[in-house]
């Protein structure tokens, strides 16, 4: 049955989701019984557990442990159906999705979780030079250039290659450049000396660049200073005050000052998914659509934006943060909605964000973790961090699997995941490369 007959032939209500992630899911699993049919369109066939995707690009956990077909997830639900897609834009009037390939999705009810992508402040072509961290791809990729810069290294007889490919560049000190950056060192330092021959690993220099005065900007000063101080007892070059000025093939450049490295990995910042351009809506600086106190587009109710995609606030008017527990959050309240809507009940209450605490790992022993009155550091706040991680995992296999990962690299100081897929691998330019462009 095409879509076009489905949409004639079942009268319920159609709820179109577009995004797999946590807001997209979690709206799904508040639907649940709620007599309507819904459609989740995503471009990729999977839903990913973000929050973990720099342990796998930095050889932890394997793609495996932090991702689950959507099909699987909603196999017992009847009144959903997944669609790998790619959507286009939004036909507002005609209440449709349209999809690539000249193909549309008609909705009563249009949810965009469509979540953010990586932003380079208007230098995108440092993005082949210097990846971000959103997709397992993306993770892939990165884990794939951390381990060949070792490699190249180990079988190199020039020792300012070896230095080069042995410099660790990762720029922004949020959540994502420092636990990259923690865990790089302890890769470097702890797991791999006693595994190479030619080169010494402890040499591996690890810099962590910020712009900004800061570690972990938006933590407590207390808790970023102990962060700081953290990075540095595990060997992480923590430039504050340091804007990237390039990003070239084999370097990086921090003001003035042109630093070779064979690995460059970008936690700078984020870009909203275009939505908003789909929308012909109003939005913020970085592309969030600005939503109403019901999370949907003025003077459009029947489309919801959320996660990253939504521009939100809080009771104290501060920014809702892009993580997951914020997403979720949104994900349940649509799916409350859209249920009173359906019984014409009235939806005057607001969406009312309920902070949880935020947290952050620093290698392999240590994080920090803040709930505004309560603030825990070193390894009371990593099994905080990591009982919260494994309570979010989907399914008891992926949290047993993840949770003997991690308790395999703690005991042991060895990661599962340091694997080359194929002996050609290497990082996309290599030293050698770059510098015979440089000389033409």
């Known amino acids: 049955m095409t879509q076009a007959e489905l949409d004639k032939t079942d009268e319920r209500h159609h709820v179109v989701v577009v995004g797999g992630g946590f807001g997209g899911i979690q709206c799904i699993k508040s639907l649940k019984r709620a007599n309507v049919r819904i459609t989740l369109i995503d471009q990729q066939n999977h839903h990913l557990f973000q929050p973990l995707l720099y342990q796998v690009a930095t050889t932890i956990l394997a793609p495996s442990e932090i991702a689950w077909p959507l099909r699987q997830v909603f196999r017992d639900r009847k009144d959903v159906t997944t669609l790998l897609a790619t959507v286009v834009g939004v036909d507002q009037q005609a209440k449709c999705v349209l999809l690539s390939h000249d193909t549309s999705i008609h909705y009563d009810t249009l949810v965009l979780a469509t979540g953010a992508r990586h932003s380079y402040f208007g230098h995108s072509d440092w993005e082949k030079n210097a990846p971000g ?39 922004g000190a949020g959540p994502t450049g420092v636990e990259l950056a923690g865990i790089i060192a302890e890769l470097s330092h702890r797991i791999l000396p006693r595994e190479f021959r030619r080169i010494d690993t402890n040499t591996a220099r690890i810099l962590l660049i910020e712009a900004g005065s800061k570690v972990l900007p938006s933590f407590p000063q207390k808790l970023s200073d102990y962060a700081a101080s953290a990075l540095s007892q595990l060997g992480v070059e923590v430039l504050l005050g340091s804007p990237v000025t390039a990003c070239n093939a084999n370097s990086v450049v921090v003001g003035d000052t042109d630093i070779p490295c ?3 990995v970008w936690a700078a910042g984020v870009q909203a998914s275009p939505v908003a351009t789909w929308l012909d809506a109003d939005h913020d600086r970085a592309g969030r659509v600005i939503v109403g106190p019901h999370l949907t587009v003025p003077q459009h109710d029947d489309i919801f934006v959320i996660g990253d995609t939504a521009s939100v606030t809080d009771s104290k008017n501060n920014p809702v943060p892009g993580i997951a527990p914020a997403a979720k959050q ?6 409350t909605v859209v249920r009173k809507r359906l019984r014409n009940a009235p939806t005057s209450r607001p969406f009312v964000y309920r902070h949880a605490g935020s947290l952050a790992t620093l290698g392999r022993r240590a994080a920090i973790a803040d709930f505004d009155r309560i603030q825990l550091t070193g390894a009371v706040a990593w099994w905080t961090w990591g009982i919260a991680h494994i309570f979010f995992l989907i ?15 703690f005991l042991t100081g060895q990661n599962a995941a340091r694997i080359i897929t194929r002996q050609t691998d290497k990082p996309a330019k290599t030293w050698e490369d770059g510098n015979e462009k440089k000389g033409q």
């Not at 993770?139 to 230095?163: C, G, H, M, N, Y």
């Open 133 to 171: 961290l959103k997709t397992l791809e993306d993770a892939t990729t990165i884990r794939r250039q951390i381990l060949s810069a070792f490699e190249i290294a180990e079988k190199s007889d020039d020792p300012e290659l070896q230095r080069a490919y042995l410099t660790f560049a990762v720029i």
């Open 262 to 264: 064979g690995t460059i």
């Open 330 to 335: 949104m994900g349940a309240y649509v799916g």
């Open 395 to 409: 399914g008891t296999r992926s949290r047993v699997a993840v949770a003997w990962s991690w308790l395999w690299s």
